[in-house]
């Protein structure tokens, strides 16, 4: 545990944007610059996002379908443009132009539907997630540790005296390194540890601290042991079943929905597991297989994160397989690999941001597509660990999302100020980050942790006292499921 927090607090600055050093230029037109690129995404039947850079500043800018201006827009302080929902058909030609340069001339690609999920599960429209035909917004928080010291509690790894690990997690009743009293089973675990939801959503639900209704949270991390996840699905089934199910039944009776975080390595000793050929990787795809298959017909998961960070702290070895295309290569194969298993569920992958990975580009649209237009990837994601409150931070991104017309799911998030008078994390709960990206729109964010950091905590965090009884649900008899 305390490895994994030094490790996530080390690697603060390479995963996080320096966004407070992006400002706009109030610089003249640059009439002499040139259009250096050109990017159409299909978003629709009749619409089409047009994206591009160029080497003019704060230039007036045309789009042209089949030669007709149906956009006017300006470049802006890095030369970049956007448009969005630009009117098109099939076969249409695009093409952008400023006062003495055009871009190639684009044929607008062929659209593709994402597929409409079944009644009550979560998929994806457009840049929206939904659910039965609503939009829906997802909040929540992270949890690193629960399923990892319930694994060992169960005496599946090895641990001497398991019996201690009953109860710890990384959240409740307080954070980092908690510990839920009266824990003595897999069962007593989950229901306690949602009992905790179920009192925040009774006090929370103003702007800059929303109800919860998701939860991340590794179920495996191969810092710790690598294939340890594996190697207890494969040596006690049973057991690990017991894990997996009755935290998805516990998180559906407090109405939480699921992300299940399915691979993590913080070390940059063993580059394994990104190798399709090996044997750790052909672990992998035989575990998140088989969880998959298990959980295909149920709609508390919301979707699945098929690896936590895979670009953080692996540069030299990004580099050595091609840079981004490499990384690429790995993402869409792994996605490809299991996504067979997953015909209900969305997928998505918990890209740190790196700044410092091979190739980056600065923060554009650019960067958010260098990361997250990668084939097979239902939803993109990002990690934000910063102070900058800057609401064009927030719009610029918003529309970022939309014009690769994928959900987003800003899967952590903090106020990253070092002050151990706070916390000793050096990040905490965003109010700012919270309200202002949902009242974007954006489809799914969660905070890392609830403890304050400067800016509060979320809700009456920690909150210590009684917690409250889960709602009465009608069992047919017979069913054998244990009544909270």
Same mark, same amino acid.
């Given at each position: 545990?305390?490895?994994?927090?030094?490790?996530?607090?080390?690697?603060?600055?390479?995963?996080?944007?320096?966004?407070?050093?992006?400002?706009?230029?109030?610089?003249?037109?640059?009439?002499?610059?040139?259009?250096?690129?050109?990017?159409?995404?299909?978003?629709?039947?009749?619409?089409?996002?047009?994206?591009?850079?160029?080497?003019?500043?704060?230039?007036?800018?045309?789009?042209?379908?089949?030669?007709?201006?149906?956009?006017?827009?300006?470049?802006?302080?890095?030369?970049?443009?956007?448009?969005?929902?630009?009117?098109?058909?099939?076969?249409?030609?695009?093409?952008?132009?400023?006062?003495?340069?055009?871009?190639?001339?684009?044929?607008?690609?062929?659209?593709?539907?994402?597929?409409?999920?079944?009644?009550?599960?979560?998929?994806?429209?457009?840049?929206?997630? @939904?659910?039965?035909?609503?939009? !829906?917004? *997802?909040?929540?928080?992270?949890?690193?540790?629960?399923?990892?010291? $319930?694994? +060992? &509690?169960?005496?599946?790894?090895?641990?001497?005296?398991?019996?201690?690990?009953?109860?710890?997690?990384?959240?409740?009743?307080?954070?980092?390194?908690?510990?839920?009293?009266?824990?003595?089973?897999?069962?007593?675990?989950?229901?306690?540890?949602?009992?905790?939801?179920?009192?925040?959503?009774?006090?929370?639900?103003?702007?800059?601290?929303?109800?919860?209704?998701?939860?991340?949270?590794?179920?495996?991390?191969?810092?710790?042991?690598?294939?340890?996840?594996?190697?207890?699905?494969?040596?006690?089934?049973?057991?690990?079943?017991?894990?997996?199910?009755?935290?998805?039944?516990?998180?559906?009776?407090?109405?939480?929905?699921?992300?299940?975080?399915?691979?993590?390595?913080?070390?940059?000793?063993?580059?394994?597991?990104?190798?399709?050929?090996? @044997?750790?990787?052909?672990?992998? !795809?035989? *575990?998140?297989?088989?969880?998959?298959?298990?959980?295909?017909?149920? $709609?508390? +998961? &919301?979707?699945?994160?098929?690896?936590?960070?895979?670009?953080?702290?692996?540069?030299?070895?990004?580099?050595?397989?091609?840079?981004?295309?490499?990384?690429?290569?790995?993402?869409?194969?792994?996605?490809?690999?299991?996504?067979?298993?997953?015909?209900?569920?969305?997928?998505?992958?918990?890209?740190?941001?790196?700044?410092?990975?091979?190739?980056?580009?600065?923060?554009?649209?650019?960067?958010?597509?260098?990361?997250?237009?990668?084939?097979?990837?239902?939803?993109?994601?990002?990690?934000?660990?910063?102070?900058?409150?800057?609401?064009?931070?927030?719009?610029?991104?918003?529309?970022?999302?939309?014009?690769?017309?994928?959900?987003?799911?800003?899967?952590?998030?903090?106020?990253?100020?070092?002050?151990?008078?706070?916390?000793?994390?050096?990040?905490?709960?965003?109010?700012?980050?919270?309200?202002?990206?949902?009242?974007?729109?954006?489809?799914?964010?969660?905070?890392?942790?609830?403890?304050?950091?400067?800016?509060?905590?979320?809700?009456?965090?920690?909150?210590?006292?009684?917690?409250?009884?889960?709602?009465?649900?009608?069992?047919?008899?017979?069913?054998?499921?244990?009544?909270?």
């Amino acid at each position: 545990m305390a490895f994994i927090i030094l490790s996530l607090a080390v690697l603060l600055s390479a995963s996080s944007l320096a966004l407070a050093e992006i400002q706009p230029s109030p610089e003249a037109c640059s009439a002499a610059g040139v259009i250096t690129l050109i990017r159409v995404v299909r978003t629709g039947w009749q619409t089409a996002s047009v994206l591009g850079s160029s080497t003019s500043i704060n230039c007036g800018i045309d789009v042209r379908v089949d030669g007709i201006v149906v956009r006017t827009g300006s470049t802006i302080w890095n030369g970049d443009y956007w448009f969005l929902y630009v009117p098109v058909g099939s076969g249409s030609h695009v093409q952008t132009c400023i006062v003495l340069s055009c871009s190639d001339v684009v044929l607008v690609p062929v659209y593709v539907p994402q597929p409409v999920g079944p009644p009550g599960f979560i998929y994806a429209q457009e840049s929206n997630l @939904t659910i039965n035909s609503t939009v !829906v917004q *997802l909040f929540g928080v992270n949890e690193q540790t629960a399923f990892i010291y $319930a694994m +060992i &509690a169960s005496g599946l790894w090895g641990y001497p005296d398991p019996n201690s690990y009953w109860g710890r997690n990384a959240l409740f009743p307080a954070g980092p390194d908690g510990q839920i009293p009266g824990v003595s089973s897999v069962d007593s675990l989950w229901r306690e540890y949602f009992r905790y939801f179920l009192h925040y959503n009774q006090v929370a639900g103003d702007p800059d601290n929303p109800k919860t209704n998701v939860l991340r949270i590794w179920v495996a991390d191969d810092t710790w042991f690598p294939d340890g996840t594996y190697l207890t699905y494969k040596t006690y089934p049973v057991a690990f079943w017991n894990i997996f199910d009755r935290m998805v039944y516990w998180a559906d009776r407090a109405g939480v929905y699921l992300v299940p975080v399915l691979g993590h390595y913080a070390s940059d000793v063993d580059h394994s597991f990104f190798d399709r050929q090996s @044997t750790h990787y052909a672990h992998q !795809v035989e *575990l998140v297989s088989a969880i998959m298959n298990r959980y295909n017909l149920n $709609a508390r +998961i &919301a979707m699945w994160d098929l690896w936590n960070e895979p670009d953080i702290g692996h540069d030299a070895y990004w580099a050595s397989v091609g840079g981004i295309d490499g990384f690429k290569a790995w993402a869409g194969g792994y996605i490809a690999d299991v996504k067979p298993h997953s015909s209900n569920h969305l997928v998505t992958m918990g890209i740190g941001g790196s700044t410092t990975f091979p190739g980056v580009p600065p923060w554009s649209w650019r960067y958010h597509f260098f990361y997250n237009d990668i084939p097979g990837l239902d939803v993109s994601n990002h990690h934000t660990y910063s102070t900058a409150e800057d609401q064009y931070l927030v719009d610029f991104e918003t529309d970022w999302h939309q014009a690769l017309c994928k959900p987003h799911y800003e899967s952590e998030f903090g106020y990253n100020l070092w002050d151990p008078g706070n916390n000793s994390l050096g990040y905490g709960y965003w109010p700012w980050y919270a309200n202002h990206t949902r009242t974007a729109g954006w489809p799914a964010i969660s905070t890392m942790v609830f403890l304050n950091n400067s800016k509060g905590p979320y809700a009456d965090y920690p909150y210590l006292g009684p917690l409250p009884p889960y709602p009465f649900t009608f069992k047919p008899y017979g069913l054998d499921e244990p009544m909270g």
